[in-house]
């Protein structure tokens, strides 16, 4: 079927960080993107796509806005039951809050069950790519896995890797968390829009030996993804820095172990030497900015504009349920705080090419998801302008697109997510 979306486009042609924001994308107030075979087949103006298709079925949004879908590049779907949990710092919200409700996804009914509720929240703040944390139970990543794919979705997840400093029925041991996650990426990785992540959780929770053998899987499987935590909070690398005093920092950790390259996804990468920052950049890792976390437990202000000034590659992440919103928007919203508070303020183009092509670009899907071009994957999303009175006041006084776009991040929820779109398909009751 030919579906021809009607409405205002914004379609990102250049990284907004790499030269003037304002130039970055082209808007079309009155545009079109037709659809064919859950493939962006053609965009332009409403009026010559209309005349150039006139047999396709036509959906007109009206003056809503629509782009590529947005990617969250690091979530723990096994959280979303305890989000905005009370007043926790990163060891004490782990012990507190989640070890507990991780426990609980040994259990392949609750596994399913959480799963399926994580996507329903994540489509339907208008997230088409989210990059997911399991437990260190299988049934977990299964679970994901196979409630992503009867969506049709595009996921990247894998099972936690996790032998040490965790309670009893959430550690496996160096061989079998190597076993269980080669028996995953055998089963789903590759398999319709599907992609593995190995996930040791972070060093503090593996052994040397563990980080050897998710080193040596990742290697043997260089297409998966990696994903960990970096830098997150200052007792954290402290404790790293008693677990492995031969390295040189946390990220040298990581490096020895060959858990660093592109593909590798450093969730957080807030208080980072200058040693750090180079090497992230010079192995080609990504780093995944999660500001409500991290403000919500107290971590830190990450310097995404000095990362992306070096080069490094930064995606944006929800980082459920230590950050404390399922919406893209709110997590560019606080992006933009915490830009604000080290006195570098992001542009909306900034914000909103970081919660799609950026966290795309360090996924290594860039050429499938993140941008609204030909050729890509129809994961669309249709944003409401005018979904709520102060939202609807606001947009009515704006001059252009980008002062739009940004009170839409300023007071925009869940309630501006009009339609989400699936490979074609309209996902969003």
């Not at 209309?50 to 007109?60: E, G, Y």
């Not at 996930?199 to 563990?210: D, E, L, N």
């Not at 980008?402 to 339609?419: H, K, N, P, S, T």
Request: charged content about 20%; hydrophobic content about 45%.
């Amino acid at each position: 079927m030919t579906l021809l979306i009607l409405g205002q486009t914004l379609a990102f042609e250049a990284d907004p960080f790499a030269g003037p924001p304002r130039e970055s994308a082209r808007h079309s107030s009155r545009g079109g993107v037709l659809v064919e075979d859950g493939i962006v087949a053609a965009l332009g103006e409403a009026d010559d796509l209309r005349a150039a298709h006139p047999d396709a079925s036509v959906v007109d949004m009206g003056d809503a806005l629509i782009s590529a879908g947005f990617v969250d590049c690091h979530a723990h779907y096994p959280q979303t039951g305890i989000i905005a949990s009370w007043g926790r710092r990163l060891i004490d919200w782990l012990n507190g809050y989640t070890f507990p409700e991780e426990l609980r996804f040994g259990d392949p009914a609750y596994a399913r069950q959480q799963a399926e509720l994580y996507l329903d929240l994540t489509l339907s703040n208008g997230t088409t790519t989210p990059c997911a944390f399991a437990t260190v139970h299988p049934e977990s990543a299964e679970a994901i896995f196979a409630a992503a794919q009867a969506r049709g979705l595009r996921l990247a997840a894998g099972k936690v890797m996790m032998d040490r400093n965790a309670p009893e029925g959430l550690r496996d041991d160096p061989q079998t968390g190597y076993d269980q996650s080669r028996a995953l990426i055998e089963r789903w990785h590759g398999r319709d829009r599907l992609t593995y992540a190995l996930t040791p959780r972070f060093a503090p929770t593996s052994s040397p030996a563990q980080l050897e053998a998710a080193g040596a899987l990742w290697a043997e499987h260089p297409g998966c993804l990696m994903q960990t935590h970096l830098s997150e909070q200052p007792e954290e690398i402290a404790w790293v820095r008693e677990l492995y005093p031969e390295d040189a920092d946390y990220f040298a950790v990581y490096e020895r172990f060959g858990l660093a390259g592109p593909g590798a996804l450093m969730g957080h990468a807030i208080h980072l030497t200058d040693r750090e920052r180079a090497a992230i950049l010079a192995t080609g890792s990504g780093v995944a900015h999660c500001p409500t976390s991290n403000t919500f437990i107290g971590s830190g202000l990450c310097d995404v504009a000095g990362l992306k000034a070096a080069g490094v590659p930064v995606g944006l992440a929800t980082d459920v349920g230590g950050g404390s919103s399922f919406s893209m928007l709110a997590t560019m919203r606080a992006a933009y705080e915490v830009a604000q508070l080290r006195g570098a303020p992001l542009h909306p183009a900034q914000l909103f090419w970081l919660g799609t092509a950026g966290s795309a670009q360090v996924m290594r899907i860039a050429d499938k998801v993140g941008t609204l071009a030909v050729g890509m994957e129809a994961d669309l999303v249709a944003l409401d302008l005018a979904a709520t009175p102060v939202l609807a006041q606001r947009t009515a006084r704006a001059d252009d697109v980008w002062e739009a776009l940004f009170a839409l991040i300023m007071l925009g929820d869940d309630r501006a997510v009009r339609q989400v779109w699936v490979a074609g398909r309209e996902v969003k009751s």
